[in-house]
C-alpha cells in the first residue's frame, strides 16, 4: 500500500497500535526506511484529531537534534499520516546510565519544543530513547499518554488530584525523575559529580510547580556542570601526560564559560528583535504599552496570523511575576470565552518572554474614542457588555484583570462595522440585525496587570518613574491596598464613563493629581455632560464608580444582569425602594444631603437605624398608630400626630434597610400640607475608616403652602438638624469609656427628682446587705440615675450585663432584689414569634392568656414560656418615672434581628447585595406561607443565588452561601406585593424567658406569687425537669419509726435543695420521698446530679430521671407547676433506675453524643440495653466514676 506526500511511502510491515495511531515501516522513495503512523480516525473525535494535528505540525518545525524527527506531515489526507525516522527499540528503561552532558542534550531539546509551543504532556521511560551509541533523544512524536509509574508523573498530575493539565512544569519533572533513575547507574567517579547532577535534578522535581526551573535554565545549569567536568578531565589528562613526559596546551576558564540565564536575558533586552521567536515570524509593530510591544507575527505550523507581545523587562525578569501570570493566562485560555482575546502560546527565546494571542484586526477602542470622542449610549453598552462578559467569566475563576481599560479592548471586525452603522431610529429596538451572540469587542491581557502587582495599570521604571497615566484605576489601587473584583467594576464604570461622555471621569496633570481625584473627588454628573444619557445608564455608571468597593456591583456577573436589562428596556436592580407613588405630573422636590463621620457604618448603624431615638432627638412630636388589615395587601400601619396643633394623618409603609448600608420609609398623607415624603439614608465607606451618610428626602407638596413649607424645612432646617443628631451619636462613639457608661449616645438628660435619688441610695444599700456583688450595684445606679428614659423602661437583665460586661446570674440576682426593695418594677413582655418585638406588656403572669395577637403582624399565636414570655425591668416610679411615648415605629432597631427588609412589587426582581457572615439565617415575610433557611460558611459557597417566591423551593436546592460579599436576588413571581426579611436564627440568648426565670431558686422564692391565673394553662417548649427519689425510705421508716425516720429524710431533701440551688436550679414540688425539679439548661443539671450521686457508703442513696422536653405549666397549690407527657415519662424512668443510678433520655446530650457512650469526669454514661416503653426515645444509664 502506498502513500504520498513530499515523496512516495510504501508499507512493509505493521509495528504497533496505538489509541491514535497505527504504526507502520515504510519504505521512502524505494531508498531508506522510515516509521509510518496512520491517525485512526474512528476513535477520536474531531476535536481530539485538531488537537493532535496541531501539536504535530508544530513540533515539525523544531529543528534539533536531540529531538525524533518528524519527516512529513500530510493533513489533508483522509486518513492523515506522520512520517518519522525510524529508530531502534531501546529507551531509557533498557539503556545504560546517562552522563551530564546527555542530560544537557535532552533538556535544551526540550527547551527547545517548548519554545515552539510544544508540551510533551504525561510522558514515560518509553519517550526517553537513544538513536544510537550515546546518542540520547526525546520522542514527542506520540500523543501524551499518562504514564502507569506515577513516581515520574508531577505531584499535580497523579491520580485523584484536581489539576490534571499538561504544562511545560510539568514535562521538566518527568524528565527529571526519568533522567534520575538513569544517573543512579552512573559511578561517582570524581570525573563527573553524580551527586551535583542528581542535585540538579531534585530540583527539577520540586513539588510546587511555581518551584522548578525552566528546561531552558536547567539546560543553562547542565552546561555549567558539564563544562566543570570537562575542565576536571583537561586536568586529569595533563596530570596523565606530565606522567608520560607529554605536555598539553593550556586552556583558560574563560574558554569554557557559557553566560548564565539572567546574563543572557538581559543582553536579550537590549539586543534587537529578532525575526522569529520560537515558531513565530515577526512582521510590523501593531502597538506598544507599559507592559510591553505587540507585533504582527504569523505561526509557522499553521500559517495564521496571530499577535506576539514581546514582555518588558520589570514583567520578564521576575521569574514569580511571570510564572504567576502565565498561570492565570493558561487558565483563563482554557474557558475558551469568545468574549476574551485568546491566549494561544506564553513561551521565551532567545532570552525574550513573549506572548502569542489571537490577532484581532479592528483595532482597539481606545483608537475609536480618539478618533470619534464619546460613543452613542447604546453603542457604548453593547461593546461595554462584552466587556463585562469576558470579565464575568474571569471572576468565576476567581481571575482579577486589574488593568481594564480602552487600550485593552480589541474591537472584532463585526464591531468595527457595528460602530460604523448609523443608530436606528428606534433606539430601543435592535441593532441593526447584529447578533447579540456575536462579539463585538475582546478584552486582552488577563493576567498582566496581577503580575505586576507594583505597577497596576502603570509601570514603574528602576528609577521609580511613573508612565502612563492611572485614568481607569479603583481608588484601592491607588492607594495600594488589597484589589479585588469591585476594582475590576470600577475600571469598568471609569471606561463606560469615557465612552458616555467622551473623556475619564477624573483628568489631572500629573498621576498623583488623578490618584487623588480617584480616592476622593466625586465622579462628575454624566447628566451636566450629555443630558441625554438615560437615568437607568447614569445608575449603572455611577454604582460602578463608588469610592466604596461595598457600595458596587459584587462582581462582573451582577453588572452583566443589569446591562442586559437596561439593552431589553427592563427596569434594573437598583429601582427605587421604597417605590415611589404616582405624582399625577406635581412636581418631586428632593433635597440631598450628606454628613462625614469618623465612625464606622458597623457602629452607626445601631443608633442611626434607632428612628424612635433619632425623631426625639430631632424635636419631632409623638406618635399614635393603629393597624388595619386588607385582604390583598395585608396589615397597613396607619399613623397620626400634632404639628403646630394641626393633625397630620398618613400611612406609613414599612421600613426597608439593609444593615449598615441603607434604610428608607414613604410616607403617605391623607391630610396636611404633603401628598407624600420619603426618607433614604444610605451610608458608605470612606478613606480613614470613616462613614459618608448620604440622606435623600423626598417629598410632594399637595399645594404652594406645601412647597414653601418643603423648601424651608426639608431644604434648610431639617438637613442641620439630622447633621447635629449624626454629629452627636459619632462624638459619643469616638470616646470609648461611653461603651460601659450609662451617657445617652442622642445627648438627652436624665430626668429624675432629688427625692429619687434619695431613695434609690437607700434602697441600694439594701442590695449590698444582701452580699450582691459590690460592681453591679454601682452600674445599676449610675444607669438609672444617668441612662435615657426608653432604656430605663425597659431593662433586660442579659444584655445589662452583656453591655457592661458583669456576670448575668449576679445582674439576675441584683435585678430581682432591686424589684423586691422597689428599686425597679418586675413586668413581662410578651414576644411576637414572628417579628419578635413585644406586642404586648404584662405587669403579672397572672393576666397571662393562653394566645397572644400581634397587631403589626395580624397574627394570634399560642403563649410560649420559653419563648414568647421575656421577664424585663423598669425604674420604679419613686425612684425615677420612664417615659414611654412613642416618636416611631417599624425601624431597623425594633428589629435588630432582621438583616434585611424589603418590599417587592409583583414581577420585580430586587438584587439584595449583602455582607452576612458565618451562621444560619431565615427568609420569610408576612404573605409567605413558607420560609427559607440560608446557610453561609466561611469555608465554600456560592456568592450569588436568585430565589423564586411564588413557591418553595425543592429540598436541597438552596445553595450555601460563602461570607463577606453575596448578592441574593429575590423574584416576586407572584400577583400580590410581598414583603420579605432575612433573620438571623441565632437563639434568644439574651432573653431571660419565663421558663428560665421560674427554674431560678430566687426568682420562685422572692416572688411566689407569680404565678397563673387560676385554670390558665401556657405551655414551654424546652424545660429540662429532674426527678429524683430517696431509696430505702420505707425499710427506714419500719426500722427506726416515723418520727426518727422523717428526720433523716427531712436533713436529705434539704441537702439535695440546697445541692439543685447551687447549680442554678430550683425545687419545683416535694413528691412523696423526693423532689422534682427544673433548670435553665443540661449542662447544670448534669452539675447538680454529678454532686448527688453519692458514694456507695451513702444511708440514703438517690435514684434519678433527668430529661428535657416540652411540657405544660399552670397554677397548683399557688405555685407554678409542670404537668404533661414528659412528667409521666420521667416517672416511668424514675422506676428503672437502682440507687446511686440517673436514667437519662438523648435530649439532655449534646448532639454528637448521641447513641454513642459518654466521657464525662465524674460520670460513666452507657446507653441503655433498651428503649423506653411507649417510646422510639433512647435513654441512657449513668452512675458516679
Not at 774 to 779: I, M, N
Not at 1126 to 1155: C, F, K, Y
Request: proline content about 6%.
Amino acid at each position: 500500500m502506498r502513500f504520498f506526500g513530499a515523496q512516495e511511502y510504501e508499507l512493509i510491515s505493521p509495528l504497533r497500535s496505538g489509541r491514535t495511531w497505527s504504526s507502520f515501516v515504510a519504505s521512502a522513495g524505494g531508498e531508506s526506511l522510515v516509521e509510518l503512523r496512520v491517525l485512526d480516525t474512528d476513535d477520536l473525535s474531531e476535536t481530539e484529531q485538531q488537537q493532535d494535528l496541531c501539536r504535530l505540525q508544530r513540533l515539525a518545525i523544531v529543528e534539533h537534534p536531540g529531538l525524533r524527527k518528524i519527516i512529513d506531515l500530510v493533513s489533508d489526507h483522509h486518513p492523515p499520516f506522520i512520517v518519522v525516522e525510524r529508530l531502534n527499540l531501546v529507551t531509557a528503561d533498557d539503556a545504560d546510565a546517562c552522563g551530564v552532558q546527555d542530560c544537557q542534550r535532552l533538556f535544551e531539546a526540550l527547551a527547545c519544543a517548548h519554545r515552539f509551543g510544544v508540551v510533551a504532556g504525561p510522558f514515560s521511560s518509553t519517550d526517553v530513547r537513544l538513536r544510537a551509541a550515546h546518542d540520547w533523544i526525546l520522542d514527542l512524536t506520540d500523543a501524551p499518554t499518562k504514564s502507569n509509574d506515577e513516581s515520574i508523573l508531577p505531584p499535580e498530575q497523579r491520580s485523584g488530584n484536581a489539576c490534571n493539565s499538561a504544562d511545560s512544569a510539568g514535562d521538566v519533572y518527568s524528565l527529571s525523575a526519568i533522567l534520575s533513575q538513569c544517573v543512579q547507574a552512573l559511578p561517582d567517579s570524581g570525573v563527573t559529580d553524580r551527586t551535583s547532577l542528581l542535585h540538579l535534578l531534585a530540583r527539577g522535581m520540586a513539588l510546587a510547580p511555581e518551584a522548578r526551573p525552566t528546561a531552558g535554565q536547567l539546560a543553562h545549569e547542565l552546561s555549567d556542570l558539564a563544562a566543570a567536568d570537562v575542565r576536571q578531565q583537561i586536568r586529569q589528562r595533563k596530570q596523565d601526560s606530565q606522567l608520560a613526559g607529554t605536555m598539553i596546551p593550556e586552556s583558560s576558564d574563560e574558554d569554557l564559560y557559557s553566560p548564565t540565564l539572567a546574563e543572557s536575558a538581559s543582553s536579550a533586552m537590549t539586543a534587537p528583535i529578532p525575526d522569529q521567536l520560537g515558531r513565530f515570524t515577526l512582521h510590523e509593530r501593531i502597538g506598544a504599552g507599559a507592559a510591553g510591544t505587540v507585533y504582527r507575527a504569523t505561526d509557522c505550523s499553521n500559517n495564521e496570523n496571530v499577535a506576539i507581545k514581546i514582555l518588558n523587562a520589570t514583567v520578564a525578569q521576575n521569574p514569580s511575576m511571570l510564572r504567576r501570570f502565565t498561570r492565570e493566562a493558561r487558565l483563563l485560555a482554557q474557558v475558551g470565552s469568545p468574549y476574551v482575546a485568546r491566549l494561544l502560546d506564553a513561551n521565551s527565546d532567545q532570552g525574550l518572554h513573549f506572548l502569542a494571542i489571537e490577532f484581532i484586526s479592528g483595532g482597539t477602542l481606545s483608537t475609536v474614542m480618539r478618533n470619534s470622542g464619546r460613543l452613542a449610549e447604546r453603542k457604548s453598552l453593547r461593546l461595554i457588555l462584552d466587556v463585562v462578559s469576558a470579565l464575568t467569566v474571569a471572576h468565576q475563576q476567581s481571575i482579577i484583570h486589574r488593568d481594564i481599560k480602552p487600550e485593552n479592548i480589541l474591537l472584532t471586525t463585526v464591531g468595527q462595522l457595528f460602530l460604523d452603522t448609523p443608530e436606528p431610529s428606534n433606539p430601543t429596538g435592535g441593532d441593526s440585525g447584529f447578533n447579540d451572540a456575536m462579539p463585538l469587542a475582546k478584552l486582552s491581557d488577563f493576567g498582566l496587570a496581577r503580575a505586576d502587582s507594583s505597577s497596576e495599570s502603570m509601570a514603574v521604571t528602576q528609577d521609580g518613574a511613573i508612565l502612563g497615566t492611572p485614568l481607569y484605576m479603583s481608588p484601592e489601587q491607588c492607594r495600594g491596598t488589597a484589589a479585588d473584583m469591585r476594582s475590576d467594576i470600577y475600571s469598568v464604570g471609569a471606561t463606560l464613563f469615557h465612552m458616555l461622555a467622551g473623556r475619564p471621569p477624573f483628568l489631572g496633570d500629573n498621576p498623583v493629581t488623578l490618584m487623588n481625584a480617584h480616592c476622593h473627588d466625586p465622579v462628575p454628573s454624566l447628566r451636566q455632560l450629555r443630558a441625554e444619557i438615560s437615568d437607568g445608564c447614569i445608575a449603572v455608571v455611577e454604582k460602578c464608580l463608588a469610592k466604596n468597593p461595598d457600595a458596587r456591583y459584587s462582581d462582573a456577573a451582577a453588572l452583566l444582569a443589569d446591562l442586559e436589562r437596561l439593552l431589553h428596556g427592563e427596569p434594573t436592580s437598583m429601582v427605587l425602594h421604597p417605590a415611589t407613588p404616582a405624582t399625577d405630573g406635581l412636581d418631586v422636590l428632593e433635597f440631598p444631603f450628606s454628613c462625614d463621620l469618623s465612625s464606622s457604618p458597623g457602629q452607626l448603624w445601631p443608633f442611626i437605624s434607632n428612628t424612635d431615638r433619632v425623631n426625639h432627638a430631632l424635636g419631632l412630636p409623638t406618635v399614635s398608630y393603629t393597624t388595619r388589615t386588607d385582604p390583598a395587601r395585608g396589615v397597613e400601619r396607619f399613623a397620626e400626630s400634632k404639628v403646630a396643633g394641626q393633625k397630620i394623618v398618613w400611612q406609613e409603609h414599612p421600613y426597608e434597610w439593609i444593615e449598615g448600608r441603607r434604610l428608607s420609609v414613604l410616607r403617605e398623607f391623607s391630610t396636611g400640607p404633603f401628598l407624600w415624603f420619603m426618607n433614604i439614608i444610605e451610608m458608605q465607606s470612606i478613606s480613614g475608616g470613616g462613614t459618608r451618610v448620604n440622606q435623600t428626602l423626598k417629598v410632594v407638596p399637595r399645594n404652594w403652602f406645601g412647597g414653601m413649607l418643603a423648601r424651608f424645612t426639608l431644604g434648610r432646617s431639617t438637613p442641620k438638624s439630622f447633621r447635629r443628631v449624626y454629629q452627636q451619636i459619632d462624638d459619643w462613639l469616638s470616646r470609648p469609656e461611653n461603651a460601659k457608661s450609662s451617657a445617652d449616645a442622642f445627648g438627652t438628660t436624665a430626668a429624675m427628682t432629688a427625692t429619687g435619688r434619695t431613695r434609690l441610695s437607700e434602697r441600694l444599700e439594701h442590695l449590698t446587705q444582701r452580699r450582691i456583688d459590690p460592681a453591679v450595684v454601682e452600674t445599676l445606679r449610675q444607669f438609672l440615675e444617668h441612662a435615657p428614659d426608653p432604656e430605663v423602661a425597659r431593662i433586660r437583665p442579659l444584655m445589662f450585663a452583656e453591655r457592661f460586661q458583669l456576670p448575668p446570674k449576679d445582674v439576675i440576682d441584683a435585678c430581682l432584689f432591686a424589684a423586691k426593695e422597689g428599686i425597679l418594677t418586675l413586668l413581662w413582655d410578651i414576644l411576637c414569634p414572628s417579628c419578635r418585638i413585644p406586642a404586648d406588656v404584662q405587669e403579672t403572669l397572672a393576666t397571662l392568656k393562653d394566645h397572644g395577637y400581634c397587631p403589626s403582624c395580624d397574627l394570634r399565636y399560642e403563649i410560649d414560656f420559653a419563648n414568647s414570655v421575656e421577664l424585663i425591668f423598669r425604674s420604679h416610679p419613686e425612684i425615677r418615672t420612664a417615659e414611654t411615648r412613642t416618636y416611631c415605629i417599624g425601624g431597623p432597631a425594633f428589629s435588630a434581628h432582621v438583616v434585611a427588609q424589603t418590599r417587592l412589587m409583583p414581577g420585580e426582581r430586587f438584587e439584595m447585595e449583602l455582607m452576612l457572615t458565618e451562621g444560619s439565617y431565615r427568609l420569610r415575610g408576612p404573605q409567605l406561607p413558607f420560609a427559607v433557611d440560608v446557610r453561609v460558611s466561611a469555608a465554600a459557597g456560592v456568592t450569588r443565588f436568585e430565589l423564586p417566591l411564588l413557591r418553595p423551593p425543592l429540598p436541597n436546592s438552596v445553595p450555601t452561601l460563602r461570607h463577606g460579599n453575596q448578592v441574593l436576588t429575590l423574584f416576586n413571581n407572584t400577583t400580590r406585593e410581598l414583603q420579605v426579611r432575612l433573620e438571623r436564627t441565632a437563639d434568644r440568648s439574651m432573653a431571660l424567658t419565663a421558663a428560665a426565670a421560674a427554674s431560678m431558686p430566687v426568682f420562685r422564692e422572692m416572688f411566689p406569687h407569680e404565678v397563673l391565673a387560676p385554670g390558665q394553662i401556657v405551655s414551654v417548649t424546652n424545660i429540662t425537669l429532674l426527678m429524683a427519689e430517696i431509696c430505702g425510705a420505707n425499710e427506714l421508716y419500719q426500722s427506726l419509726g416515723d418520727g426518727p425516720a422523717f428526720g433523716k429524710i427531712r436533713t436529705r431533701l434539704l441537702a439535695v435543695d440546697e445541692t439543685i440551688k447551687s447549680h442554678g436550679g430550683a425545687i419545683v414540688k416535694i413528691v412523696g420521698d423526693g423532689v422534682l425539679a427544673t433548670f435553665q439548661n443540661s449542662e447544670s443539671a448534669i452539675g447538680a446530679i454529678t454532686a448527688l450521686l453519692s458514694s456507695a457508703s451513702e444511708p440514703l442513696p438517690l435514684r434519678m430521671a433527668l430529661h428535657r422536653s416540652s411540657a405544660l405549666v399552670t397554677t397548683l397549690n399557688d405555685r407554678l407547676d409542670y404537668f404533661g407527657e414528659a412528667l409521666h415519662l420521667l416517672r416511668t424512668m424514675l422506676q428503672m433506675a437502682e440507687a446511686n443510678e440517673l436514667i437519662l433520655t438523648a435530649s439532655v446530650l449534646p448532639t454528637g453524643d448521641q447513641g454513642t457512650g459518654i466521657q464525662h469526669d465524674a460520670l460513666q454514661i452507657v446507653p441503655l440495653e433498651c428503649t423506653l416503653a411507649d417510646t422510639a426515645m433512647v435513654a441512657y444509664r449513668c452512675r458516679r466514676v
